[in-house]
């Protein structure tokens, strides 16, 4: 498989809906992307790193898995467990920013539980370990939250 050179498709694809993009590729429309905004210093993102920022977004999203069969939902890659009375339903889930737990409730709003929310962490979201050994390029962190 032929691998795609990094930011190749925002240098080639048209926005399909960002208005200022005018159906131009990203770093046509906007050359100055190419520019970071600050210096980016590996050694830098362990102590810039606000976790209650990360808790803060997350509460702005409501998600929705369907329980297995085994009582499982996945969310952001972990399995955690509601119970296999839930099996087959869809739940939905938010975080609560200030307990940092992920809350499960059924359609009809009723409480399923509460579950520690997994992997809000530096190393985790950006893969800088401790003692980073080399300088790395600037990089776009994501939340690892797709079904």
């Not at 399923?112 to 003692?131: A, C, Q």
Request: glycine share 6%.
């Amino acid at each position: 498989m032929r691998r795609v050179p990094s930011g190749y498709l925002l240098a080639v694809t048209p926005c399909a809906s960002a208005s200022d993009c005018a159906g131009r590729p990203p770093l046509v429309a906007h050359p100055e992307l190419l520019q970071p905004r600050r210096p980016y210093r590996p050694e830098w993102e362990r102590a810039l790193f606000d976790a209650q920022r990360v808790y803060t977004y997350l509460a702005t999203m409501a998600l929705t898995r369907k329980v297995t069969s085994t009582g499982q939902i996945r969310i952001g890659g972990n399995a955690q467990s509601v119970g296999r009375a839930y099996a087959g339903q869809i739940l939905t889930i938010r975080a609560d920013a200030q307990s940092r737990e992920w809350v499960v409730r059924q359609v009809e709003d009723t409480l399923v539980k509460r579950l520690p929310i997994r992997g809000v962490d530096v190393t985790t979201l950006s893969g800088i370990r401790e003692e980073p050994s080399q300088e790395l390029p600037p990089i776009q962190l994501t939340l690892p939250l797709a079904a």
